[in-house]
């Protein structure tokens, strides 16, 4: 790893590590309030995300910044894109189900060549930087080698009120049978780390931001993983379609599963 790329993911770690923090000082004192009935947004959301901020702008005033809570700072000719979920996994954290992180993604020239993933409850950092590998905690990881649906543990993510004939909703219901099993744990940060770590199989969605799967997909793709749309074409960080999976005979499978 050359010294800059080094440097930008010591940064990301730091910065994700930061916000972290941020969220666990306020776990026992934060006041919910509605953004949607069933996305609720917090003052410790907020309060990580301007940590966050702050701490990189210090160190990259020139770079340009997007995140999920209103953060749009795209001005300037810079070639450097940050983009930062603070609170990945916002209803979970909000009811005290400790299952969130955060997550940092950095773009050069609109390709990822950065990502960190903090899970402050677990103490675990994901990160990854481009042709270098995947790490969890300093230690190299890689996906699992299931390689059929039938074996397969998934995760999804569905889109918030879906109701049952939501297209998302309906795949979701179609693999209840085919998967060995699939489930829904709502962060799409912490189930991209699962693929990349073995933890679990695949993880689909159709309904991600680019601050939910930036950081996370290019750890997928370091670890040995394959990160696809949704119909098995090449995966773009401004669109919500999203396959990841251990990079097995299993990804073609689900992409015909998921049709």
Not at 15 to 37: D, H, I, M, N, Y
Request: charged content about 20%.
């Amino acid at each position: 790893m050359n010294a800059d790329l080094a440097e930008l993911l010591s940064a990301a770690e730091e910065a994700a590590r930061l916000g972290g923090s941020v969220l666990q000082s306020w776990a026992a004192r934060f006041t919910p309030r509605e953004k949607s009935p069933a996305n609720l947004v917090t003052e410790a959301d907020e309060a990580s995300q301007r940590a966050i901020f702050d701490y990189l702008r210090a160190r990259y005033p020139t770079h340009r910044f997007l995140g999920e809570e209103g953060l749009n700072r795209s001005a300037g000719d810079s070639a450097y894109r940050w983009i930062i979920d603070p609170l990945d996994g916002t209803s979970n954290y909000v009811h005290k189900f400790p299952y969130y992180a955060v997550s940092i993604g950095l773009e050069c020239k609109d390709a990822l060549i950065v990502g960190a993933i903090y899970d402050p409850n677990r103490q675990e950092l994901f990160s990854a930087a481009r042709g270098c590998g995947a790490t969890l905690n300093g230690q190299p990881i890689e996906p699992s080698a299931v390689g059929e649906l039938a074996q397969a543990l998934c995760m999804a993510s569905l889109p918030v009120r879906a109701g049952q004939n939501h297209p998302a909703v309906q795949r979701f219901v179609r693999l209840l049978d085919r998967a060995q099993s699939v489930q829904r744990t709502g962060s799409a940060a912490l189930n991209l780390c699962s693929v990349a770590c073995g933890r679990i199989d695949a993880f689909w969605s159709s309904s991600l931001s680019p601050w939910d799967q930036a950081a996370g997909a290019l750890i997928v793709a370091e670890a040995g993983g394959r990160v696809t749309a949704l119909d098995g074409t090449p995966f773009d960080v401004n669109r919500p379609s999203l396959l990841a999976s251990n990079g097995s005979a299993l990804h073609q499978e689900l992409v015909q599963a998921l049709r």
